[in-house]
């Protein structure tokens, strides 16, 4: 299993940026993965996930109706949409594949947000 993460960057606050999640060795329909970032300061935090099963997708509360996580099975590719950012965004986004016992995770990509 292989993940690689990217697309992060520097945005000014109320920007959009789009993170991609690669993925390798295993089936989006046996895995379901998400995003936790780890903000300067935090503990690594969870932020958004999508079911193997049907996409569904849920949310923590702190990026609700601002990041999107979808998927794209062709590309091998999940991508995490992030709209309206706020400096607190700021932070290492990593992607996770979790086939139900210990997750795999990818290096992670930085995402700032500064004026």
């Known amino acids: 299993v292989q993940l690689q993460a990217s697309g992060g960057g520097l945005v000014q606050p109320g920007g959009s940026l789009r993170l991609s999640c690669t993925y390798s060795?295993?089936?989006?329909?046996?895995?379901?993965m998400g995003w936790f970032r780890q903000s300067p300061g935090k503990d690594r935090e969870w932020v958004s996930c999508?079911?193997?099963?049907?996409?569904?997708?849920d949310y923590a509360e702190f990026v609700k109706g601002r990041f999107t996580i979808f998927r794209d099975n062709a590309k091998n590719t999940v991508y995490l949409q992030m709209n309206s950012l706020k400096f607190e965004d700021t932070g290492v986004y990593y992607c996770?594949?979790?086939?139900?016992?210990?997750?795999?995770w990818g290096q992670g990509t930085l995402v700032t947000v500064s004026s």
């Open positions: 060795g295993f089936s989006l329909d046996d895995y379901s």
């Open positions: 999508i079911s193997s099963a049907d996409g569904t997708t």
């Open positions: 996770y594949a979790n086939p139900g016992g210990a997750p795999y």
